[in-house]
């Protein structure tokens, strides 16, 4: 078990590949705080990881808050008694996020403050935490399309995945000495509820299948088993990187060197 006696905390852990991770991470022995702001299907999670055998509570928060984000940190830390893992993945792609021009202020607003933000205030109160229980893992939720632009405008999304990819790249540097490994989880497309409510036309679909070189969508369990490598001590050598994890489309589109 590659995450005994581990403490993770993942938000936008009610779906997608926050949900896939929480039930892998508690399979592989973690204590898993399941944050969102759906509390429902929040719960539903943590449902799921109790009849499997494992342990982990619900606790909701809007990762734009500040504030709700140090009170997860602290629920964590005083529920379980430590935190070792955190997953910085909550995040959303805008059915309105287009180009320059046709992508309203709002919209812009609304995804920084949580793509981005949500990973800020996450890392701000999650740091000290991990600290204090020794050391451990951070995951920031990050895109292919902080390298690529998208075949179908999503301007807003795009520019904050390339905030989290360098924003992971700084936190890792300052806290390498510390026992904290700070990396960015990149997917490729997707076949999640958030990325099929974007390509909401088979058209759409088309045109961003017709990149990938494995030729389909790929799923969130395939997430979840690359964020267990960056959580575990298997990946014990690596911070400050990035995660590519997308059928190869950024190799179909990067010139080698």
Not at 4 to 26: H, Q, R, Y
Not at 106 to 118: A, E, R, Y
Not at 138 to 167: D, R
Request: glycine fraction near 10%.
């Amino acid at each position: 078990m590659r995450l005994k006696d581990k403490v993770a905390l993942v938000t936008g852990g009610s779906s997608g590949i926050g949900k896939e991770t929480c039930l892998l991470f508690a399979q592989e022995g973690a204590k898993v705080v399941v944050v969102d702001i759906n509390t429902r299907e929040g719960k539903k999670t943590v449902k799921e990881i109790e009849a499997n055998g494992g342990e982990a509570l619900f606790y909701k928060a809007d990762v734009s808050d500040e504030n709700a984000c140090r009170k997860m940190v602290a629920y964590a830390v005083k529920k379980f008694g430590a935190l070792h893992v955190l997953f910085n993945n909550a995040g959303i792609m805008h059915s309105d996020d287009g180009n320059a021009e046709s992508t309203t202020e709002d919209v812009w607003d609304l995804t920084m403050n949580i793509n981005v933000k949500g990973v800020f205030f996450g890392c701000k109160y999650g740091v000290p935490a991990i600290r204090k229980s020794g050391g451990g893992s951070i995951i920031n939720t990050a895109s292919f399309v902080a390298h690529l632009g998208a075949a179908t405008p999503q301007l807003a999304y795009t520019a904050s995945k390339g905030a989290v990819l360098a924003m992971s790249r700084e936190l890792a540097i300052i806290h390498a000495r510390e026992n904290i490994r700070v990396n960015a989880l990149s997917p490729g497309p997707l076949r999640t509820e958030l990325l099929m409510k974007f390509l909401n036309t088979e058209a759409k679909k088309q045109r961003r299948l017709v990149h990938i070189p494995m030729g389909r969508f790929g799923e969130a369990k395939e997430m979840a088993k690359a964020a267990l490598f960056l959580a575990s001590d298997d990946s014990s050598y690596m911070t400050g990187t990035e995660f590519l994890v997308d059928g190869g489309i950024t190799a179909a589109y990067v010139t080698p060197e």
